[in-house]
């Protein structure tokens, strides 16, 4: 048994590097960033750190990296493979299709199952894949894509939390984590059998679990930091605690638990319950996780599938009305951070074009429609507040 995984960022390093290293599992990373593949591979270790538990602190030895360059080596890295797993963030999806079309081929020759495991915080990822792998496959290694390659989703529920300074000087790839898991993997995508991994669930009935997670956790980390910024603080778990923004957080909560629960007929109990994990996360001081992370990259985050605009899209069209979420989606709206570029091309927009043209040009809404027409009046309720002063 051997895997790949394509990304080595911290949840690559921090999630599932770490479980494939405690199941005895061999496996490389494929690296865009040369530096870091360089970094990885000089030093053949890195440190996970797990927040308020560090007696379960591991050092994932062994390792190596190669990089987008190497393309021959990472054809015969898939080729050898069990597993394929991403984590390049949903985005750059596209870039790693030719390199896993490539090693399907070569697997193709060499015949049994591989399975493609995605771990991104995006919307239909597998999709994504299979779509693009689908368009370019060979006409002679077209049979044994469809027939012997899986092409499923993971839901991460692990938060990686970026190391101070400090830690960064003595050990540059060292990952904080969050002490959770559990890598539920949609069942009915996978063929053959995956290798034991620790912590990983089969999930059977997996419709809308990852939008359920989408729409669940991340629009409440959207909200707490958007609201949270607004308000001045600089913690996550500071802002979670926050009175007022607990009020909206769990106005949010029940606006997408009762969508979610009538879109993929959740017990709405049930969905209540899983936003309380959501919670739980958010206050979790153990976790020092900042809000500029959170929150950087705006003009993304509005989206009209996105976690706050595209929740509030998918609450309305249940019936409910998402007061919430548009006071979520009013205070991203205003944004700011000078560090951050999208931040400032989103504060030129604002200043120049009018909120209008940001509802309709970054949110995809329009701006005279019920969500633009909400939206606008939060956006008044915040200036009255005192936490706007455009």
Not at 60 to 78: G, H, M, P, R
Not at 84 to 106: C, D, H, Q, S
Request: glycine letters at 8%; proline letters at 3%; charged letters at 25%.
């Amino acid at each position: 048994m051997s895997c790949v995984i394509f990304g080595a960022g911290k949840i690559a390093r921090g999630f599932i590097g770490h479980l494939l290293y405690l199941s005895n599992i061999p496996f490389i990373f494929v690296e865009k960033a040369d530096v870091l593949a360089d970094l990885i591979s000089e030093r053949g270790e890195y440190t996970v750190n797990i927040l308020g538990n560090a007696e379960q602190n591991c050092v994932v030895k062994n390792v190596s990296a190669l990089k987008f360059s190497e393309k021959d080596k990472i054809t015969e890295a898939i080729e050898n493979a069990d597993v394929v797993f991403n984590a390049v963030g949903g985005k750059n999806l596209g870039e790693i299709v030719p390199f896993l079309t490539a090693g399907i081929e070569a697997k193709a020759e060499k015949g049994g199952n591989l399975n493609l495991i995605t771990c991104e915080n995006w919307k239909e990822p597998a999709k994504i894949l299979y779509d693009g792998i689908s368009q370019t496959i060979s006409d002679s290694a077209r049979e044994y894509f469809e027939s012997n390659v899986g092409v499923t989703e993971a839901v991460i529920m692990r938060s990686a939390i970026e190391s101070d300074a400090e830690l960064l000087k003595k050990d540059p790839l060292i990952v904080n984590v969050q002490n959770f898991w559990e890598l539920p993997v949609d069942a009915s995508r996978v063929k053959g059998e995956l290798p034991n991994i620790l912590g990983l669930k089969l999930v059977p009935e997996f419709t809308g679990f990852l939008e359920r997670k989408f729409y669940t956790y991340n629009a409440a980390n959207g909200t707490t930091s958007y609201l949270g910024a607004l308000l001045g603080y600089e913690k996550i778990a500071d802002a979670a605690h926050d009175e007022w923004i607990l009020q909206i957080l769990d106005g949010v909560y029940q606006e997408t638990a009762q969508a979610l629960s009538l879109k993929h007929n959740f017990p709405l109990d049930e969905q209540l319950a899983f936003t309380l994990t959501s919670k739980r996360k958010l206050q979790d001081y153990t976790i020092v996780d900042y809000i500029e992370r959170n929150a950087r990259d705006p003009l993304r985050k509005l989206g009209p599938d996105d976690r706050l605009v595209g929740s509030a899209r998918l609450v309305e069209s249940y019936g409910i009305v998402p007061e919430n979420l548009c006071t979520a989606i009013a205070a991203a709206c205003f944004y700011t951070n000078g560090t951050d570029e999208f931040a400032e091309e989103l504060k030129r927009l604002r200043t120049e074009k009018g909120i209008d043209y940001v509802l309709e040009n970054v949110c995809k809404l329009d701006a005279n429609g019920s969500l633009g027409i909400l939206i606008k009046e939060k956006i008044q309720m915040l200036r009255q507040k005192g936490y706007i002063h455009e």
